[in-house]
């Protein structure tokens, strides 16, 4: 196998930046962005996204243009490079949980085994934040993994309970939602204010997306039964 030039400066130009982004105080610039996304360069994905979530998170009177062209910027990268490696960069950091799904709703970035795994980690409410969210494209693989997922998710326990609970005029029935607010029997979700859960744990919008999800399966088993005969 031959190397040409041109691939060997971009080679030693990655590793270069790939030293520099140790520095948690280094940003790259516009121009080194610029760069990183023309060449599609894999590899500073996992620090590239410390960048944008240290931008995303600093203080506004901290903020300064650096950090402007990260947040602006590390969109662009995930966009030019592979979708493999865009969902390991994304899924191997889930320090902030809102950035993680806001990257994974963005850039249509579902991946059902990366989920799976989630779920394994008690990251239920994360999960069903982006259930519902499509990925570029689809195969025989995707589905036996989206599959798996649901039955993942429609096998977890019930975490909220009807118990009797005694009152002022005396014991009556109540649902105790997960995350333990005392509720009337009827009610399927929390109407504590900020809670909404139901006993999975779900909220109304969770729960709507899960049956999004379930139909989406049976669409996409349908249009790869299609295309196969």
Request: proline content about 2%; some cysteine; hydrophobic content about 40%.
């Amino acid at each position: 196998m031959q190397v040409s030039a041109e691939e060997l400066h971009v080679e030693e130009v990655r590793l270069r930046y790939a030293e520099l982004l140790q520095d948690e105080s280094v940003f790259p610039t516009e121009a080194n962005w610029e760069y990183i996304i023309k060449h599609r360069m894999e590899g500073l994905g996992d620090d590239l996204l410390e960048k944008y979530i240290d931008a995303m998170t600093i203080g506004d009177v901290d903020r300064v243009d650096l950090h402007n062209i990260a947040i602006n910027r590390f969109h662009d990268y995930l966009d030019a490079v592979s979708f493999r490696y865009a969902v390991n960069v994304v899924y191997g950091n889930i320090s902030n949980k809102e950035i993680t799904v806001d990257l994974i709703r963005r850039h249509r970035l579902f991946d059902a085994d990366n989920l799976a795994e989630l779920i394994d980690c008690g990251e239920i409410s994360m999960v069903m934040d982006v259930i519902d969210v499509y990925k570029p494209e689809y195969d025989a693989g995707d589905l036996e993994a989206m599959q798996s997922l649901l039955h993942k998710i429609d096998e977890l326990p019930a975490r909220g309970y009807n118990e009797m609970r005694k009152g002022l005029f005396g014991t009556t029935l109540k649902y105790i939602c997960p995350a333990g607010h005392v509720n009337d029997a009827a009610t399927t979700y929390c109407a504590h204010a900020g809670c909404g859960l139901d006993r999975r744990g779900f909220t109304e919008t969770q729960s709507r997306a899960l049956e999004t999800y379930r139909h989406r399966i049976a669409a996409l088993k349908s249009l790869l039964w299609h295309h196969s005969h």
